[in-house]
């Protein structure tokens, strides 16, 4: 690696720190990455066929299946990278002490919702595994399909532990520091643009 080990941790770091961070990495953003371009290729395929005269029927559900996989990939490395979506405005109202239970919350009610996601798609790949589902152009078991939903629910809870060891000043918001209603003083020049007589 090209970076020291001996890196403070509250700093955010774009390289894997261990196997395990390269591993997640990989799962989260290659295979979101690539399902990214199969979504684009086959759109592309779609539209040429439509074109030529000669449409393609397995286009559509392809799409949608890619872009399935695509969205609940990206929903982990959303959190391995702690760019998802937090209620800043509450966390910003709290003072001292409630202040630091922001990390916990952020962190029980997250894995309390991905452990649910798992638990109900697990339940839900059962299910098409018995009835013995299939897609109905792709001809692709449909448990294959929706076993992205327990497989991204455990990535990303692996996911919030690696950016609660990698990324924790970012999960605590120390941007909002300031304290509520406190001004922040900002030096604006707006060049004059009118003539001087």
Request: charged share 20%.
């Amino acid at each position: 690696m090209d970076k020291p080990m001996d890196e403070p941790v509250d700093k955010p770091v774009d390289w894997p720190r261990s196997r395990c961070d390269a591993t997640l990495h990989v799962l989260l953003d290659g295979l979101a990455g690539l399902a990214m371009t199969g979504v684009i290729v086959v759109v592309l395929a779609q539209v040429a066929s439509r074109l030529l005269g000669v449409p393609l029927s397995w286009t559509e559900e392809a799409t949608r299946f890619l872009f399935v996989w695509m969205i609940f990939l990206g929903i982990g490395a959303g959190f391995r990278t702690v760019e998802t979506a937090r209620v800043t405005v509450f966390i910003g109202m709290f003072r001292g002490g409630l202040r630091r239970l922001a990390v916990p919350i952020y962190v029980a009610s997250s894995v309390l919702f991905f452990v649910l996601m798992a638990w109900t798609g697990w339940k839900l790949v059962q299910q098409q595994w018995m009835m013995n589902e299939t897609a109905a152009t792709l001809i692709v078991p449909m448990w294959v399909i929706g076993s992205i939903m327990p497989i991204s629910a455990i990535l990303a809870i692996a996911a919030i532990f690696e950016s609660l060891r990698t990324r924790r000043r970012q999960i605590e918001l120390p941007e909002l520091d300031l304290q509520v209603g406190q001004a922040v003083d900002v030096d604006v020049n707006v060049p004059d643009t009118e003539p001087k007589p």
